[in-house]
């Protein structure tokens, strides 16, 4: 357990992920408070990512629920095993013994319980307790989040047959979600929050040449400097960081060492996934934009 | 921070709390206490991180962040500056015009003295003369505010039953959960289980369930331009009304209103009182009864809000007259990007007052071919009309194909 803030974002930053000081801060508070983290931010700016990161640096099992449209307890949390307990109805129904009530015991024991990710978290190892990873939480409905308010303050889940099993120490839980609906306040309220922007220019190269170090660093300083330009645009879809590394690697792959017009329209589809902004920006405005960006770079040498 | 201001840390964040509540944002006392509990571990020792920390605790929303960035560096700069500012702004802020009662329609009807006679009637000549220049939309944007009379008991009645019997044209949409049904399809092996134990083990009487269906999310984009200002009331306590329904009260229902540029008032609508309600509304919305931008507000939409408001199968419903400013400019893609975005798009008219009225109008035009549903409506005056509008069996609608 890191021990302040600047130990975190060192250690964030041993295994490649640079946060920012405002995300490492709030990972640290969720950390030593016991609380859930909220992030919430644009596709691709590494809101997945940091869980990974923390459970790798922290020597935790990490433990991913991936939310959707209609998610419900028997993939969230827990399921019997329904053919082994028909079995076990047909074995004690042969033997002829067992009574209703036995039968009942018999049937909802603790063997015929299989543990979905949820459950999984609360009965890690207490010594060091999961990171629990519930990944675009905005992707489920209210009544899963209602459930999981549950889960958030007491750290706990009812089972009817078996009664409520309780973590002995609460998992780290970071939480991630895309806005495409708002998330209920009374799930928030129980998390710390925090906003994954888009990095700045200095931290989006030092993460690019963590992440794609065989690049060429003129490549890379002229990638970064055209994605930070077109963060400026009036686009549908901006490129994340994901999608900068992305196009860094491909081209890699083309054995690019430096930007021209030709290679990006050639491959803008890695940086944008909308047809409208591909056509917004190739030709004339890549070639401009590109311009614009190495003549600051000339300017900055 | 000097360490001699230890122990006014909790004191001066308290009020720093208070600024930030004073200023809007939902501030409550827990996360006070979450906020001095966090300082505790993460140290007051740099300014960046007691910032960071401030901003964990206290943000919760994107849109809060420039209203707590600079709350906090007023505030923090010296505090006791800030607090002289919100003191002087304060009788301001509390005085604002908006104190008229606004319930007070409904008190004096109760107590049976003299209820204004029905406002609207009178209006009623006034509107017709005036029906010309509301049909033709100014060209620059009139910023105005909008006094809404308060509705009255039988206005409110008249509300209940709408939605008593309204029945939106909506697809619902079928879920993965199970609900059970005798006849269904799947079998609900929990149930089934559970039978097989009652029965002890003779039998196995099969549970049958089916999938449940819910009401899609429902996005309102209503138009408030001048061409369509004597119904924006109307249309105001109709979504009102859908957005505080309590029969579907798990649907969720965002509702944007557009005239030179968009707004949303999903927070304002939600305040119960439906006259409290619009007076937060009026006092959001700038541009009332002004010209129109259809295809800019809907490339707004596209852009700002669609991926926020129009995930899990949403439906979206436009209350417009098509009547655009710009003469129907880009309107078409932007209509076909909304159209592919959502689940199903309906447009209620409320122009089209002739039957034998034909869409020229450019605006009209660019957007008829990218509905699902396209309902004009020809008397619009009341919320009952309306109600009738939305209410007609699905037969006698004109379905309007998708674009080819």
């Not at chain 1, 969230?76 to 009942?104: C, H, S």
């Not at chain 2, 571990?41 to 920390?53: H, K, L, S």
């Not at chain 2, 029945?167 to 005798?182: G, H, Q």
């Amino acid at each position: 357990m890191p021990q302040t803030i600047d130990e975190l974002q060192q250690r964030l930053a041993g295994a490649d992920y640079i946060a920012s000081r405002g995300l490492a801060t709030a990972a640290f508070l969720a950390l030593r408070m016991g609380r859930p983290l909220l992030l919430e931010g644009e596709a691709g700016t590494g809101k997945t990512e940091i869980a990974k990161v923390l459970a790798a640096t922290l020597g935790r099992q990490l433990i991913r629920l991936q939310c959707y449209e209609g998610l419900d307890l028997a993939s969230a949390v827990y399921e019997w095993n329904y053919p082994r307990q028909m079995i076990e109805i047909r074995l004690a129904e042969a033997t002829g013994k067992a009574t209703r009530e036995q039968l009942a015991a018999d049937i909802f024991a603790e063997r015929f319980l299989i543990r979905r990710p949820l459950l999984q978290a609360l009965e890690g190892d207490p010594a060091a307790p999961p990171v629990l990873l519930i990944d675009e939480l905005d992707r489920t409905d209210e009544p899963f989040e209602a459930y999981l308010l549950e889960v958030l303050s007491d750290f706990q889940v009812s089972i009817p047959e078996l009664g409520t099993i309780k973590a002995a120490t609460p998992p780290v839980v970071i939480l991630t979600s895309n806005r495409t609906r708002e998330i209920h306040d009374a799930v928030k309220r129980r998390c710390l929050y925090h906003w994954v922007d888009y990095p700045d220019a200095a931290r989006e190269l030092e993460i690019v040449r963590r992440k794609a170090p065989g690049a060429a660093e003129r490549l890379t300083r002229e990638i970064v400097g055209f994605v930070q330009s077109l963060r400026g645009q009036d686009l549908f879809k901006l490129p994340g960081v994901a999608e900068t590394i992305d196009w860094t690697r491909a081209l890699m792959e083309l054995d690019r060492i430096r930007l021209d017009p030709e290679t990006i329209n050639d491959t803008l589809g890695v940086l944008l996934k909308y047809q409208d902004d591909i056509a917004r920006i190739k030709g004339s405005e890549a070639a401009s934009i590109l311009a614009q960006v190495q003549a600051e770079l000339a300017v900055g040498s | 921070m000097p360490a001699a201001e230890g122990s006014h840390l909790a004191e001066n964040v308290m009020h720093f709390a208070r600024v930030l509540r004073t200023a809007g944002m939902p501030v409550g006392t827990h996360q006070v206490l979450a906020a001095l509990d966090a300082l505790n571990y993460a140290g007051i020792g740099r300014r960046e991180d007691f910032y960071w920390t401030l901003a964990s605790v206290f943000v919760d929303r994107r849109e809060q962040r420039e209203l707590f960035d600079q709350a906090f560096h007023m505030f923090w700069r010296d505090p006791d500056l800030l607090g002289r500012i919100m003191h002087m702004m304060l009788p301001k802020v509390e005085g604002l015009p908006a104190e008229r009662d606004k319930t007070h329609h409904r008190l004096q009807e109760a107590f049976g003295r003299g209820a204004p006679e029905a406002p609207q009637l009178e209006q009623q000549p006034e509107q017709e003369i005036e029906i010309d220049a509301f049909l033709s939309f100014s060209s620059r944007e009139l910023l105005q505010q909008m006094d809404f009379e308060s509705m009255t008991t039988a206005e409110l009645a008249a509300a209940k039953r709408l939605l008593a019997h309204l029945r939106l044209p909506l697809r619902e949409v079928r879920t993965r959960r199970l609900a059970p049904d005798a006849r269904g399809r799947r079998i609900d092996r929990r149930a089934t289980l559970k039978a097989a134990i009652a029965a002890q083990g003779d039998v196995i009487p099969l549970r049958r369930a089916t999938p449940r269906s819910v009401p899609p999310p429902l996005v309102v984009l209503v138009d408030i331009s001048g061409s369509m200002s004597r119904h924006a009331r109307m249309f105001l306590h109709f979504v009102h009304a859908l957005a505080n329904d309590l029969n579907s009260a798990r649907r969720r229902v965002s509702v944007l209103l557009f005239g030179t540029r968009l707004t949303s008032i999903s927070r304002e609508l939600r305040q119960r009182d439906v006259d409290v309600a619009l007076d937060r509304v009026s006092a959001r919305v700038r541009d009332w009864a002004g010209g129109t931008r259809i295809g800019a507000c809907l490339h707004d939409f596209n852009r700002l809000w669609s991926r926020r408001l129009l995930g899990q199968n949403a439906c979206v419903l436009l209350l417009s007259d098509g009547l655009d400013r710009e003469g129907g400019e880009g309107l078409a893609a932007e209509m076909e990007r909304l159209h592919k975005s959502c689940r199903q798009l309906i447009w209620l008219n409320p122009l089209l007052r002739y039957d034998g009225f034909e869409a020229r109008a450019a605006g009209i035009v660019a957007m008829r071919p990218h509905v699902d549903l396209f309902l004009p409506a020809h008397n619009l005056d009341s919320l009952a009309d309306l109600g009738r509008v939305l209410a007609l069996p699905p037969a006698m609608r004109r379905l309007e194909p998708r674009a080819a």
